[in-house]
């Protein structure tokens, strides 16, 4: 039998149980009922009797404990007897008597709380079954969900799971496509890393072979040998790039966050890039005052030097490089190529480069911008970009 169906039917037979204990608890309260009101009608019909026979003195003597008599006679005259009752189990009767004159009765139907255990025990089982029946109802709707986290765990892709209810559908096509994206993203970073490092490798092995088979002709060896330096160096570079990324990529807080002065480590990134940009005529200045922010001190260097780097090698020759750092801000201003805005949305992507050959000459990897966006994102820094082609960039982070 299929596991619905059985389920069904124990779902049926429960509901049945509950039914016919319901239907217990009924006849099990009316009967008890019935049996007391059946007592004091006979109580009523015995007073009326002693009236008849004894009139009213000797209905008041005879009045059994717990009921409330009133009395009223033909001639309308009416007396009391007994104590008000107003408690649970009420039972009342009013009857005509042969002198035209009323009887009311009121007192506790006796016997009735007696088939209170059974029904408390009746109300108990109704509970159970009930509490039973919701807890494997609830069970069985959330096992296709669980089922369903369980693949997506797995891979939803492939294994074209199941979504169970039609409301589950965007939540799960939401992580699909996360899932799918992460998964392209990856396999298109894994390409551009084959890439960028297959292209350096196969001009060391050229020239390398070159040496080796003695094609080289002697004055050209030192030319062979500096590029087979050049492009190892372009090789290591990328190669740690890789690796800080792939930390970055890792961490998703400062573990320890230490005060580090933003000023004093402008000027040692200046200091630091001070001979490439003077090769090239391109003057740095760091101006502004210290200013603190917590962190990785180690990070914060590598971002602001990445900057600092790209503003000298996308710059003219003879430009100028304005590092300014005050109130938790560092802003890097430079006198370059700028930047279109349709590349401005992309350069921090990883690989993304709006001139290729330019960024290679330079000694670029294209990651320079994703470490220092991940850098800033862990500091809980924003990044700003103003460029104008021809004219300049000004990208700020601001830590505040
Ligand atoms: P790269 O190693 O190629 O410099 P980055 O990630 O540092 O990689 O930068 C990505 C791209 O953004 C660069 O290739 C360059 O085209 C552009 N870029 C970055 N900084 C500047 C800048 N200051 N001026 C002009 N273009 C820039």
Same mark, same amino acid.
């Given at each position: ?197 297959? =292209? ?36 290591? =570079? ?163």
């Amino acid at each position: 039998m299929n596991e619905k169906i059985a389920l069904n039917i124990f779902y049926a037979a429960i509901a049945a149980a509950v039914i016919s204990l319901i239907a217990c608890a009924a006849v099990v309260y009316s009967s008890a009922r019935r049996q007391a009101d059946a007592l004091f009608d006979r109580q009523t019909q015995t007073l009326a009797q002693i009236y008849d026979s004894y009139g009213a003195q000797g209905v008041g003597s005879a009045v059994p404990e717990g009921l409330f008599i009133q009395l009223t006679d033909g001639a309308g005259d009416v007396s009391q007897f007994g104590e008000k009752y107003d408690g649970s189990d009420l039972c009342e009767r009013t009857i005509t008597l042969h002198d035209g004159g009323a009887l009311y009765v009121a007192g506790r139907g006796v016997g009735i709380s007696q088939c209170y255990g059974p029904l408390a025990v009746i109300i108990l089982a109704i509970a159970a079954l009930s509490a039973a029946a919701a807890a494997l109802r609830a069970k069985a709707i959330v096992r296709p969900v669980r089922e369903l986290s369980k693949s997506l765990e797995r891979d939803i892709t492939d294994a074209g799971a199941q979504i169970p209810y039609p409301e589950l559908e965007p939540i799960a096509g939401l992580i699909q496509s996360s899932r799918t994206s992460g998964k392209d993203m990856r396999q298109e970073f894994t390409a551009n890393v084959t890439h960028e490092l297959k =292209t350096p490798l196969t001009s060391i092995s050229g020239y390398a072979e070159m040496i080796s088979n003695g094609m080289a002709k002697p004055h050209d060896v030192k030319r062979f040998a500096d590029k087979i330096q050049t492009e190892s160096d372009r090789m290591l =570079t990328l190669v740690n790039d890789i690796l800080e990324l792939s930390k970055l990529d890792d961490e998703e807080k400062i573990e320890s966050p230490e005060p580090v002065e933003l000023f004093s480590l402008a000027m040692e990134c200046a200091d630091q890039l001070s001979a490439s940009a003077e090769k090239r005529g391109i003057s740095i200045d760091v101006t502004g005052s210290p200013t603190t922010v917590m962190g990785d001190e180690g990070k914060l260097w590598e971002l602001i030097y990445n900057l600092a780097d790209n503003a000298i090698r996308y710059n003219h020759d003879g430009g100028r490089v304005d590092i300014e750092v005050k109130d938790r801000r560092v802003t890097i201003r430079d006198t370059g190529i700028g930047i279109s805005p349709e590349h401005q949305k992309r350069i921090f992507e990883r690989f993304y480069r709006v001139d290729k050959s330019h960024s290679r000459a330079t000694g670029g990897t294209g990651l320079g911008l994703s470490i220092v966006k991940h850098i800033a994102e862990l500091h809980h820094g924003r990044i700003t970009v103003k460029s104008e082609l021809n004219a300049g960039t000004e990208i700020t982070v601001d830590f505040t």
